[in-house]
Nanobody, 114 residues
Framework: VQLQASGGGLVQPGGSLRLSCAAS????????LGWYRQAPGRQREFVAN???????SYADSVRGRFIITGDSAKGTVTLQLNNLKPEDTAVYYC?????????WGQGTLVTVSS
């Protein structure tokens, strides 16, 4: 599975961005699509995911501000980032899970700064 992410950029605090990710290859085997992020000097952390049955999960730090949508059957996932804060600055990675194997996109940088 290959993942191509897009949509990062520079935004002011309180602003919004939309990240998109498209999977190719064995997309019919994908069980979960989601997003992780890694800030400078920190470990990669979970942001949100979308399970094949339509259920979504969010990290506490983004719940109520970020919205994940998509279709695992089509291998597409979008993350709407609203009310962004400086602490949301990070490289955001698209993730796909097939059973216990993780696949990663190349990462897209989100910078929140005035």
């Amino acid at each position: 599975v290959q993942l191509q992410a897009s949509g990062g950029g520079l935004v002011q605090p309180g602003g919004s961005l939309r990240l998109s990710c498209a999977a190719s290859g064995s997309i019919d085997s994908i069980s979960v699509l989601g997003w992780y992020r890694q800030a400078p000097g920190r470990q990669r952390e979970f942001v949100a995911n979308l399970i094949s049955n339509g259920r979504t999960s969010y990290a506490d730090s983004v719940r109520g501000r970020f919205i994940i949508t998509g279709d695992s059957a089509k291998g597409t996932v979008t993350l709407q980032l609203n009310n962004l804060k400086p602490e949301d600055t990070a490289v955001y990675y698209c993730n796909a899970k097939i059973i216990v194997i993780d696949y990663w996109g190349q990462g897209t940088l989100v910078t929140v700064s005035s």
